[in-house]
Nanobody
Framework: VQLQASGGGLVQVGGSLRLSCGAPRNIFSTRTMGWYRQAPGKRRDVVATITSSGSTTYADSVKGRFTISRDNAKNTIYLQMSSLKPEDTAVYYC???????????????????WGQGTQVTVSS
């Protein structure tokens, strides 16, 4: 199973982009979904996450500029990126967390899923 990410591209400083990521419903409906990014020579870091109930978290570096959201009808999450900076340049990956609750409310540790990555380049 692979998540389907799209929406990257080349944008100028201060511009905006929206990333999308679709997942199978059985994964999307039960797991925390998120966006990570990896710049050349650096580790992959979390950018934003959203739980199945809609609670969100953000990395300090993107707070106030990026917004993560989910469309439950389309099994899709989005990352709206605004006021982009050169340091936002990276490959962006969507993620489905390995932890979820089963139908009895029990905590289950399953596989983690990743999208194929989409390049975001911010030019100055």
């Amino acid at each position: 199973v692979q998540l389907q990410a799209s929406g990257g591209g080349l944008v100028q400083v201060g511009g905006s982009l929206r990333l999308s990521c679709g997942a199978p419903r059985n994964i999307f409906s039960t797991r925390t979904m998120g966006w990570y990014r990896q710049a050349p020579g650096k580790r992959r870091d979390v950018v934003a996450t959203i739980t199945s109930s809609g609670s969100t978290t953000y990395a300090d570096s993107v707070k106030g500029r990026f917004t993560i959201s989910r469309d439950n009808a389309k099994n899709t999450i989005y990352l709206q990126m605004s006021s982009l900076k050169p340091e936002d340049t990276a490959v962006y990956y969507c993620n489905a967390d390995r932890v979820y609750r089963d139908e009895f409310g029990g905590v289950v540790y399953g596989p983690e899923y990743w999208g194929q990555g989409t390049q975001v380049t911010v030019s100055s």
